[in-house]
């Protein structure tokens, strides 16, 4: 049985556990924490807007949401897309029906995506939403105060800030073709020296087409 924080019990069904012992395995501490807050967040939110969602794959989509940082799932793709696909792998080899485990794709791949995920599923939505309150804040005056301490209680932040920075600015480093046109062009740009952003209106310009 699951403990109890801000009057939420995650699911603990034997793929729900899987997911965590995976996240908490391969995830620094700061990443794994972000994580359950991010879903913790996005149950409050829920709640608050009245949106109704499946609780076990918008659990299993929060918990894996970021395993394309970590070092065993980072691949060549988007740090979503890589993880993205790691966690529909693991999924589907444990039983998760491809209907659900591709949902939970969408999740994890969509979860950078302002103005796409939320007009998507209720579970890829509701994982944005809670994401996003973690990240940045968005939304988080909405939620009780006393919830989220109990949240940040359970789960502290642990220099999230400084940390996720250097984590994004090394995927830059190492992949800058992955930030073109998505939201880690800003780290790349403001902290990665040499970072040359995507231009979009210089790729239309240049175009082999006579208008």
Not at 98 to 107: P, Q, Y
Not at 121 to 140: F, R
Not at 172 to 185: I, M, Q
Request: charged share 25%.
């Amino acid at each position: 049985m699951t403990t109890e924080i801000a009057g939420i019990h995650a699911p603990d069904t034997r793929l729900a556990q899987d997911a965590t012992a995976l996240a908490r395995e391969v995830s620094a501490p700061y990443l794994f924490h972000h994580v359950m807050r991010s879903y913790y967040f996005g149950e409050l939110a829920a709640r608050q807007s009245g949106l109704a969602c499946d609780r076990e794959l918008l659990y299993l989509s929060v918990v894996l949401h970021d395993l394309g940082l970590t070092e065993r799932f980072a691949g060549p793709e988007r740090f979503e897309v890589d993880g993205a696909n790691a966690a529909r792998t693991f999924l589907e080899g444990r039983g998760l029906p491809r209907e659900k485990a591709s949902l939970v794709w969408d999740a994890i791949a969509l979860h950078t995506s302002l103005g796409i995920a939320p007009h998507k599923e209720p579970e890829v939505a509701v994982a944005h939403l809670g994401i996003s309150i973690d990240y940045g804040g968005v939304g988080l005056e909405a939620l009780p105060r006393g919830a989220v301490e109990e949240i940040l209680r359970a789960y502290p932040r642990l220099e999230m800030k400084q940390e996720l920075r250097r984590t994004l600015c090394g995927v830059v480093a190492r992949k800058p073709h992955t930030a073109a046109g998505n939201f880690l062009s800003a780290f790349g740009r403001r902290y990665v020296p040499g970072f040359q952003p995507f231009d979009a209106s210089a790729l239309l310009e240049g175009a082999p087409f006579d208008s």
